[in-house]
């Protein structure tokens, strides 16, 4: 567990639960803890995939898909897809 002196913790965007942890940090601390957060993202969010030894954005920071960087990578993946499928047979 924590030490002692720790009295600030910053925690992910995409910690899912928040609030729970922020209650069994009390807990086990026997110390208020109080929650800021903002659904605001300080660095937007884009997808990639890599396939074929390659990055291909597939969604923008608007949250956008990127028809093109799919369709760029799709026959690497299929074809790794497919083989993926030999090797289970």
Known sequence: MLPDHVNLILLSATVPNTYEFASWVG?????????????KRPVPLEHFVWANKAMYKIVNAEKKFLPMGYENNSPPLKSQANHMTDLRM
């Open 27 to 39: 807990r086990t601390k026997k110390k208020d803890i109080y929650v800021i957060s903002t659904p």
